[in-house]
């Protein structure tokens, strides 16, 4: 799959793995996934976030604040959380009793403290929900008929995949439809060469 993807969408990957190792989590999430976009820089998906009104740091940072606090309720969505507490069921409350006891984050599922208690903590891998944005990204862009998979195709993912990571772009106003009309399709050329994308294909397209 990854010989496809183009340089910015290898950079997210590994930045999403750079996040998961720093916070201790055991496996890459979709989460994981978006705050990595929200690093890059003159990229497609960069571009469509910013045109889609997450073009300031403070706007990105409200996006990353929005991922910690859904973190810190063990990854619930806040759909999630209001169903719950229509059963009577106050998540918020849960996860203040358990932090009092444990700290703060200790339903996130973060493992920071694992190597200076001296276990040796493996690479992360990908949790179920990346490897469905990973899987949605490459149908996405067969699907537009592009011809590698950007960190576009990434975006795109994620907004129509259920989860924190979808929810949180939904109300920052980042949809697939909107996406979509900022990231146009990158067709392929008489000559070989793609038009319209500032992002530089992999080396060896599959």
Do not use: N, W
């Amino acid at each position: 799959m990854f010989e496809r993807f183009t340089k910015d969408a290898r950079a997210v990957v590994e930045g999403a793995y750079a996040y998961a190792e720093e916070g201790g989590s055991e496996s890459v999430d979709a989460e994981h996934l978006l705050l990595a976009l929200l690093d890059r820089e003159g990229s497609r998906g960069s571009f469509a976030l910013s045109a889609l009104g997450l073009a300031q740091p403070h706007e990105r940072e409200a996006v990353r604040r929005a991922l910690r606090e859904a973190r810190r309720r063990a990854g619930l969505t806040r759909a999630e959380a209001d169903a719950l507490a229509g059963l009577g069921i106050d998540v918020s409350e849960i996860v203040a009793r358990v932090e009092e006891v444990h700290g703060v984050g200790a339903m996130s599922g973060d493992r920071r403290g694992a190597r200076s208690r001296g276990r040796v903590r493996r690479r992360p891998g990908f949790g179920r929900g990346a490897k469905g944005v990973l899987e949605r990204a490459l149908r996405v862009a067969l699907a537009r008929r592009d011809r590698c998979v950007g960190d576009e195709h990434l975006l795109l993912a994620l907004t129509v995949l259920p989860g924190v990571a979808g929810e949180v772009l939904a109300d920052s106003g980042v949809t697939f439809a909107g996406v979509t009309r900022v990231c146009p399709p990158v067709r392929t050329d008489p000559s070989g060469g793609s038009a319209g994308s500032p992002a530089r294909p992999p080396d060896s397209v599959g």
